[in-house]
């Protein structure tokens, strides 16, 4: 724990830019302490913007400040000096296979800070300083570390180019000037460079045109996207008249089509029993022509029946069968048939329509109030699966157990960079939001935990008095010990009495704006109960001390279903 302590010490009066002990310490209007050099360089690469800012808050300042030595903090780094405890480069301080390294450190080397174009090397912090002390080595022109440095050097002549042909167009060696390119129009690399440089002005006024003109352009878009709002407005207006004047149309079809359905009922009635008739008359009259021939068939005079026979075989004209359409038993199954095509096509339109509409609800809980659960049976009833957001955990925290378990390690943790990451206090949110009625445990093991709930803006990167759980108005919490419970919020500590125990549960009644701790045991034991209003959805959290070893880890609960 000594030496954990030492890397505390050490951390707290190192320069955030350069990562080593603070040299010529100054303190900018914000609070934040940086090694002079480092935020003259920083703010140096600004000047151009008019506009400086802190590398850690990045609070702006306009003008650029007046840099003053903090002569109390120097002191107490000198101080820290004289003990022998100098800073040790963070792992992400040496260079890597992607990174320049410094040509002058030995054994495992450092990143490079800077480039020097007259020296043709890469140097770290350390190497460099003689480039800002040494006389001579101020006027050597230092650059931003890179890879292609050695491309400085003519690869023919093994010299520093310092001249550029613009014959053909290529950096060259004064050599070269005198050999191959002799007789070109050659210019020193920097009198180039002051000649690009003004046409890159010259681009950079044509690029800032052309903001403005987008600008310009998008106000337009602007103005249009009010332009489709009043229009959508409208077409909601217009298209439930429309739907309206459809219901309409459709009543008026039905009607219309039952209509002509009855009347051409009538007419083909009509049609069909007058030519019924006809043919009942035809039937009638063949009939009695038929018993005249019968009898005619019958007579034994011959000149009787000779005599009678033209008469009696003439027949009357028939009527045409083909005038006789016989059409299926359903007669106006056609009409029946367009019909139900009509409705598969406006079925067809309203479900293609409406696929990609979706209403949103929201469940507004009437049930009568329930009394808090009594027993852990009750409890487990509102249970809820809760794991740790990685990208809030501090860097000295472990996260294990598919993120359900914390751990405090005794180095810094590899995680990505992240808005959300706690940055002074040992502590993690849940990935879940809380709202409803829900219940987790957290079991612990070491000095002590501190189990909490908190809304989603608290602060992350402030002081531990301002970010830490219970010491402002966006959180709650319960800090647990081995001898003793305390409940904190808003810097306000109230004491608890319960018995002792490493599970600790937590209800949680949003709408009623309850929240409870529970000692969990063989029983279970009301700690603290807090009667509020809850104005945002909430986020478990634990914390833990800076003892290595200590554990904090949310329980995996068997749920019962909700009666």
Request: overall charge positive; glycine content about 4%; proline content about 3%.
């Amino acid at each position: 724990m000594a030496q954990r302590g030492n890397q505390l010490d050490q951390e707290r009066f190192c320069c955030s830019i350069c990562l080593d002990l603070l040299k010529d310490p100054v303190t900018i209007p914000c609070g934040h302490s940086y090694c002079i050099n480092c935020v003259k360089t920083h703010w140096d690469k600004e000047d151009g913007k008019k506009i400086h800012s802190c590398p850690q808050c990045r609070k702006t300042f306009i003008p650029r400040p007046v840099l003053v030595k903090n002569t109390m903090l120097a002191d107490l780094v000198e101080e820290l000096k004289k003990t022998g405890l100098q800073a040790a480069p963070a792992d992400h301080c040496y260079a890597g296979p992607e990174d320049v390294a410094c040509d002058f450190c030995t054994g495992r080397k450092l990143k490079a800070f800077k480039c020097c174009l007259v020296c043709l090397a890469s140097y770290c912090e350390k190497h460099l300083q003689p480039h800002y002390d040494v006389a001579p080595l101020k006027k050597h022109k230092l650059v931003e570390p890179s890879k292609k440095l050695q491309e400085n050097i003519c690869s023919r002549h093994d010299e520093v180019m310092k001249i550029f042909c613009r014959t053909d167009q290529q950096c060259i060696c004064y050599l070269c000037s005198v050999d191959e390119h002799k007789g070109h129009d050659t210019v020193s690399a920097a009198a180039e460079r002051t000649e690009r440089q003004r046409e890159l002005q010259l681009r950079r006024q044509q690029i800032q045109q052309r903001i403005q003109d987008r600008d310009k352009d998008v106000k337009v878009l602007q103005q249009e996207v009010k332009a489709i709002n009043g229009s959508a407005d409208k077409a909601v207006e217009d298209s439930e008249k429309i739907f309206t004047e459809l219901i309409r149309l459709m009543e008026k079809r039905s009607s219309d089509v039952k209509q002509q359905i009855r009347s051409q009922q009538k007419t083909e009635v009509s049609r069909v029993k007058e030519l019924q008739e006809k043919l009942e008359q035809e039937i009638t009259e063949l009939k009695r022509k038929d018993a005249e021939l019968k009898q005619l068939s019958h007579t034994e005079d011959h000149n009787q029946f000779l005599h009678n026979y033209p008469s009696l075989s003439r027949l009357s004209e028939s009527t045409d069968s083909s005038s006789i359409n016989i059409r299926p038993l359903s007669y106006f199954e056609d009409v029946t048939a367009a019909v139900s095509q009509l409705r598969d096509k406006l079925q067809d339109i309203l479900r293609d329509t409406w696929t990609n509409i979706s209403l949103t609800l929201t469940d507004v809980d009437v049930s009568l109030s329930q009394p808090e659960p009594r027993t852990r049976a009750d409890f487990l009833k509102y249970s809820q699966e809760i794991t740790l957001d990685p990208n809030t955990a501090h860097a000295w925290l472990l996260l294990s157990e598919g993120n359900r378990k914390a751990t405090v390690m005794s180095e810094r943790q590899s995680y990505s960079s992240h808005t959300v990451r706690f940055t002074s206090c040992w502590q993690v949110l849940s990935k879940e939001t809380l709202t409803g009625r829900c219940y987790w445990e957290v079991e612990w093991r070491g000095g002590g935990v501190h189990v909490a709930v908190a809304y989603k803006n608290i602060s992350r990167t402030r002081s531990s008095s301002e970010s830490g759980f219970g010491r402002n108005d966006k959180s709650w919490v319960l800090s647990c010990y081995e001898d003793s419970y305390t409940f904190f919020y808003n810097k306000i500590n109230t004491p608890v009495s319960g018995p002792r125990s490493f599970r600790v549960g937590v209800y949680l009644d949003h709408r009623a704006g309850v929240l409870s701790f529970y000692s969990v045991s063989e029983t279970m034991t009301l700690l603290h109960r807090v009667q509020t209003t809850f104005t945002q959805p909430l986020y478990a959290g634990v914390r833990l001390n800076w003892n290595n070893g200590d554990t904090a880890k949310l329980c995996k609960l068997k749920q019962t279903k909700v009666i």
